[in-house]
């Protein structure tokens, strides 16, 4: 059964991010906002393109399907660029969007090929909110650089972030248009992204088309589907953690009983069972 459920109004959530700048549609919104985000024309990017490739919400079956390794993989000559979005960023964020831009660069290699520049060159970009990792520097814009002793290979990979929870409240001039489409991309609704988009043609179109998809009924029927699944295999992967955590509290309390009728002190009891005094008490009047 299909559950109501509210589709995220923010481009900043990623299953309404993959699919509206991927959707041919907004394809050649998605080739300026490349632009303005890398040292590339949108001549050169429009002439290059290849492919663009994502897990499809509408055509996925499991939710853990990922053909692609990656949300948005866009395959140019000599190059792939992989698009990724965080609601929530963290250690296992990073650490994804590192073995992504692995991945999609291994792909591009022979078995026992060692000639590593003529690999095609893959940058990793992702825009990022709620920031718990360290290794992610405090500002809107940071770049976290390969360290290996085959140099060609740190020049073909490059990992970006951009910190959409410091963009939403940085001033920028209007003539930016990078930080206009950050801005429009971290936006919370319709409303504001209309503010964001006043006086830019794409922008402004772009808005109009992501209001008339969100209301769409077949789409918020998709949306409805993949909110159960997403919640139920929240569900589980809780279940299955919490049973860890059960079977683990069981082991330590059938430990401390042995121990108990064994008559060994409370210190020793603490030491092999991290159990409070408290705890251990407990178990004794249990027993008695």
Not at 13 to 20: A, G
Not at 95 to 122: A, F, H, N, Q, W
Request: with cysteine; glycine share 4%; charged share 35%.
């Amino acid at each position: 059964m299909i559950i109501e459920t509210q589709i995220p109004t923010s481009l900043a959530n990623d299953l309404l991010f993959k699919e509206v700048l991927t959707h041919p549609d907004n394809r050649d919104k998605l080739i300026y906002f490349l632009a303005t985000l890398t040292n590339f024309t949108e001549d050169y990017l429009k002439s290059n393109l290849k492919k663009v490739l994502y897990e499809n919400i509408f055509l996925k079956t499991k939710i853990n399907d990922k053909a692609y390794r990656g949300d948005v993989v866009i395959e140019l000559t000599n190059l792939k660029i992989n698009l990724e979005c965080y609601s929530i960023f963290d250690k296992a964020s990073f650490i994804k969007s590192l073995s992504y831009v692995l991945r999609i660069y291994s792909t591009g290699m022979e078995r026992g090929d060692t000639e590593y520049s003529k690999i095609d060159k893959v940058i990793g970009i992702n825009f990022i909110d709620n920031v718990n990792y360290k290794l992610i520097e405090d500002k809107d814009y940071s770049k976290v650089t390969l360290v290996y002793e085959n140099k060609a290979i740190t020049d073909a990979i490059e990992l970006e972030f951009y910190r959409l929870d410091k963009i939403r409240n940085k001033t920028y001039n209007e003539d930016d248009k990078k930080m206009k489409w950050l801005k429009f991309l971290g936006a919370k609704d319709y409303e504001e992204r209309k503010t964001i988009a006043k006086g830019d043609k794409r922008l402004m179109e772009l808005n109009e088309w992501v209001e008339a998809y969100i209301n769409d009924e077949h789409t918020k029927e998709v949306y409805g589907k993949w909110a159960e699944q997403i919640a139920l295999d929240k569900g589980i992967r809780v279940g299955k953690e919490e049973g860890i955590k059960e079977g683990i509290k069981d082991t330590t309390s059938t430990i401390a009983r042995e121990m108990i009728k064994g008559n060994e002190s409370i210190d020793k009891i603490q030491k092999y069972t991290n159990l409070s005094l408290k705890e251990i008490n407990e178990l004794k009047k249990e027993m008695n």
